[in-house]
């Protein structure tokens, strides 16, 4: 059974459709991994998941509950799917510490010593417990990330999104934040991850799926899509990305 299934799903801006008809399940567990050309539709893809964006057409189904169905409490489905962006996004007045304890405690999902308890364990998680008090501004970008993984996993999601994570940050600092999601994945965590960095998800995907042109061009197991890709799209983008 499928923890995630998008059927027929499409998107417009205007007149602008960026979505063309998705279709995709990910399975509870899965890490699924989303390459693709710029402007290709992944990030309105992903926003879509969460209800971040309206969608147009077709249907999100998460835990067999159709969360696109306009009578759905769109708060309690983003709790359960924690979502880390490209630029971080860090409270920049508040520290890390409540940075992390902020949503669960004004959800009232926890009390603050809870969240407080919960925060000082995921810092550890993401290997920064000696950052609790500093504010963002004090950290490197890699450190940033993994404070905004650590966030978006405070709320005890069962689905975690990732759009473009390490794509602004200095090249060193890229390695400590997919660590960060490799031990997600290894523990579990069902994940969609938009990314270029195609090491990773040929190592961690489960399976990779190629966009282009607001559509799903090609989609397997990893060794598949980069060793044996069907489709001249996806073999012009990998030959620019590899
Ligand atoms: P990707 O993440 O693959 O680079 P996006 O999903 O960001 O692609 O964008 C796909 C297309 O949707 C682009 O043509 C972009 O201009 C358009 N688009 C994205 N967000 C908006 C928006 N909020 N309003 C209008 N057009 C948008
Ligand atoms: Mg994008």
Redesign the pocket.
């Known amino acids: 059974m499928g923890k995630i299934r998008v059927e027929g799903l499409k998107k417009s801006?205007?007149t602008?459709q960026?979505l063309k008809g998705i279709d995709i399940e990910v399975k509870q567990g899965e890490v699924l991994c989303v390459i693709?050309?710029?402007?290709?539709?992944?990030?309105?893809?992903l926003?879509c998941i969460n209800l971040l964006?309206d969608i147009t057409d077709g249907r999100v189904v998460v835990d067999d509950k159709d969360i696109s169905d306009k009578g759905v409490d769109i708060n309690k489905v983003r709790e359960n799917i924690g979502m880390v962006f490209q630029h971080f996004n860090l409270f920049p007045h508040f520290n890390v510490l409540k940075n992390i304890m902020f949503a669960p405690v004004e959800l009232g999902k926890q009390s603050a010593e809870q969240a407080r308890t919960t925060a000082l364990r995921l810092l550890e998680r993401v290997g920064l417990s000696d950052k609790a008090d500093a504010y963002p501004h004090q950290l490197s970008g890699g450190q940033k990330q993994r404070v905004a993984i650590a966030r978006a996993l405070a709320m005890n999601p069962d689905i975690m999104l990732f759009?473009?994570p390490t794509s602004a940050l200095d090249p060193e600092m890229v390695g400590e934040v997919l660590g960060v999601m490799k031990d997600l994945a290894r523990e579990g965590m069902t994940m969609m991850v938009?990314t270029h960095e195609m090491g990773f998800a040929r190592e961690v995907a489960d399976r990779v799926v190629f966009?282009d042109g607001?559509y799903i061009v090609e989609e397997g197991p990893p060794e598949e899509v980069f060793g044996r890709p069907k489709h001249e799209r996806t073999i012009s983008f990998l030959e620019k990305v590899l």
């Open positions: 801006y205007g602008n960026v693709g050309p710029s402007g290709s539709g992944k990030s309105t893809f926003r964006e759009d473009e938009v966009m607001g």
